[in-house]
């Protein structure tokens, strides 16, 4: 059976050094060590430590198909967003990114897709890139965070006015969106314990999911294809909370889309890596195995580390099975079984 992992990051070995052209240490830069360890650092300090894997195409098919995994579907590391940066800087930063992950898929086409990086503190820019992703490179659309933090320190939620001809551009191009949680949101008043991986993280993903779903930005364009990281985060586990809100006042919370929120949870789709078997089986029964495909985190600690583990677990049927292994995949990337063979 064709198994393809959605969720799968990837960087180069090596990428521009802003930090030092632009005279910006948050640009994170990468520091190869006599000691054999690569480790990246953001504002001068020790960000994450990564390992060839997260670079070698061939490296990386070899540890997968230990898994019966044929296909990754790579996408950058959410630190490289650098939204908070002057667009044309971000934009050089992603442009080599993007133009990496396109060699990769080039050299190993049966065994990746690729979802690139846009800039999108510049809509205009990112629109452009989003583009070039597509149309030369042989993307198949890009990820983005689940808010966008500006270079004048102001933030625009996904359902900011100013993204949406990002949006409408995306779902013209019938490029799949993968949303990503970064720049956690409560990260300065709990910083001990993981605590922004371990609760920011998923609240990130609802924030994102609610504001699309409520801002109309769904709703104005059906045929956007969205895919939210980590099982939607909160999302699906909350909205029970979310739709009684919805119900019980919509004079604050159905101000810009009048439908039913729960009614999103079938247009939206959703990674499997969800960390739990209960969940990954109330995520299937609220959303259907037809919008969730099986995503990993690779290669990180936080990740699934057997990949597909928890849906063997299940015992579904092979039908559902399909579908998480790659029938969802497939539909959301706009790509044909025999890419693949």
């Known amino acids: 059976m064709l198994r393809i992992d959605t969720h799968a990051h990837v960087l180069p070995r090596d990428w521009p050094d802003l930090a030092s052209k632009y005279g910006d240490l948050r640009f994170p830069v990468i520091h190869h060590g006599e000691d054999g360890r690569h480790r990246i650092y953001r504002d001068g300090k020790f960000f994450r430590e990564i390992w060839p894997k997260t670079w070698d195409p061939q490296e990386r098919i070899e540890d997968y198909a ?41 050299a190993y086409p049966r065994h990746y ?12 820019l990112a629109v452009r890139e989003l583009e070039r992703c597509m149309d030369e490179l042989g993307l198949q659309g890009v990820q983005i965070g689940s808010h966008i933090n500006l270079p004048d320190g102001r933030h625009w939620n996904l359902d900011a006015p100013e993204l949406f001809p990002f949006f409408e551009a995306a779902a013209q191009l019938d ?25 920011g993280m998923p609240a990130e993903q609802s924030r994102a999911a609610c504001c699309l779903v409520f801002g109309g930005v769904l709703e104005r364009l059906p045929k956007l294809k969205i895919a939210l990281a980590h099982g939607g985060g909160s999302f699906p586990y909350t909205i029970g909370r979310i739709e009684h809100g919805f119900n019980m006042r919509p004079d604050l919370v159905a101000t810009d889309n009048f439908r039913n929120p729960r009614e999103y949870l079938k247009r939206l789709y959703f990674d499997s890596w969800v960390a739990d078997d209960r969940a990954l089986r109330y995520l299937l029964d609220v959303c259907g195995a037809d919008r969730v495909m099986l995503g990993t985190d690779y290669p990180f600690p936080l990740g699934e580390q057997t990949p597909g583990e928890g ?31």
């Open 311 to 341: 849906i063997e677990r299940l015992q579904l049927a092979e039908s559902e099975r399909n579908s998480l292994y790659h029938g969802t995949a497939l539909e959301w990337l706009g790509l044909p079984e025999s890419r693949f063979a």
């Open 175 to 199: 490029a799949a969106i993968l949303v990503h949680p970064w720049d956690m949101m409560g990260s300065e008043s709990m910083p001990k314990y993981w605590l922004p991986w371990l609760v």
């Open 66 to 106: 230990r898994f019966g995994v044929q296909v990754q579907v790579i996408s950058t590391v959410p630190v490289m967003f650098s939204y908070w940066a002057q667009p044309h800087q971000a934009l050089e930063l992603h442009r080599s990114l993007n133009d990496h992950m396109a060699e990769t898929i080039r």
């Open 113 to 124: 897709a690729g979802i690139g990086t846009v800039p999108l503190q510049s809509p205009q």
